[in-house]
């Protein structure tokens, strides 16, 4: 019996371990697979590709798996996603899409 009540409190942590770190909501984004860095690590040609193509400011980005992902914030329209593809320093924008807000 301690056995069982033993495992299902594991098995409870353990679910708990997918759960979002920042403020969930509905539609949430979660990035799976890739690894979240700090904007300070954020290569400078992809932050000028992101700069140009609005006036925003950055959040986060993840990268791996071939894929970079960069959220920032934009005037008047909240968080976006910007999704290149790269391989080694070069970046190629792959598309952009409004976030209600993210999911680790």
């Known amino acids: ?57 950055f959040e986060t980005w993840y990268e791996g798996q071939g894929t970079a992902v960069v959220i920032a914030a934009s005037p008047g329209r909240g968080d976006i996603a910007f999704t290149f593809s790269y391989v080694g320093n070069d970046y190629r924008f792959e598309s952009e899409e409004q976030i209600p807000c993210l999911q680790e």
């Open 1 to 57: 019996m301690k056995f069982t009540a033993t495992l299902a409190v594991v098995l409870a942590l353990g679910g708990c371990s997918y759960l979002p770190r920042e403020p969930f909501c509905a539609g949430a984004k979660s990035y799976r697979g890739l690894t979240r860095r700090t904007v300070e690590k954020l290569p400078a040609n992809l932050r000028k590709a992101v700069e140009a193509r609005s006036g925003v400011t």
